[in-house]
Every structure is written in C-alpha cells, then in structure tokens.
C-alpha cells in the first residue's frame, strides 16, 4: 500500500514562502505521477502542478505559473513544492497524490493514491 505523508505547510503573509514536502512510500511503480492538488472551502479540488517520473513537468496551473516549483528528490523519494510569492487566494488544504503510469492527469478521479493534506493559510 503506498503511503503519502506531506508536511511544510503553514501560516505565511502575502509575499512570503512555503516549502511542502510530500513523502512517499511503499510503492514499486518504476512508471508514476505524482502530483499536487489544492482544496479550498466551498471549491473543487484543483492540480497545481505533478511531475512523472521521469522528471517532465506537467503543466503549471495559471495560478500558480510563475511564481511554484515542483521538484522531487529520488533519494528521499520525497516530493517537493516551492511556493514563492505567496498570496490569500493560495490558501487552502494541499495534498500530494500519485498514479502509476505514463500520464499525469489534471482531474483527481485517475489518481489512486492521497496523502492526508498540509494546510497553507496566506494572510493579506
């Protein structure tokens, strides 16, 4: 069973920073996404950014284009998202997830696996 456990997140002012870790366990896939999704109150559960294992990047969301970086550290089997810039509307609950495969899909219904979730609050 893979295990997911994120942490990092926080209470930060606009303009500052926050690094999530997302480490990961378990888990024999050689092909897989992994993936960072975000959840505010009243909102549906979006993809901010996920990386194969390959190393290719998927797409940023436009929120966040610019301003996260995904990385993953192979050693640790630990995935990362540097979050810089920091605005209120970034607020919300993170979760890391994966998927085995070749493809990093942008809804949460393909992802097989959750980590508990890291709130981020961004105070103005």
């Known amino acids: 069973q893979v295990r997911l456990v994120e942490s990092g997140g926080g209470s930060v002012q606009a303009g500052g920073s926050l690094r999530l870790s997302c480490a990961a366990s378990e888990y024999t896939y050689r092909r897989f996404c992994m993936a960072w999704f975000r959840q505010a109150p009243g909102k549906e559960r979006e993809r901010v950014a996920a990386m194969l294992s390959s190393g290719i990047t998927a797409p940023y969301a436009d929120s966040v284009k610019g301003r996260f970086l995904i990385s993953r550290d192979n050693t640790k089997n630990t995935l990362y998202l540097q979050m810089n810039s920091l605005k209120p509307e970034d607020s919300a609950m993170y979760y890391c997830?994966?998927?085995?495969?070749?493809?990093?899909?942008?809804?949460?219904?393909?992802?097989?696996?959750w980590g508990q979730g890291t709130q981020v609050t961004v105070s103005s």
């Open positions: 997830a994966l998927v085995e495969g070749g493809s990093c899909y942008s809804t949460i219904y393909q992802y097989n696996y």
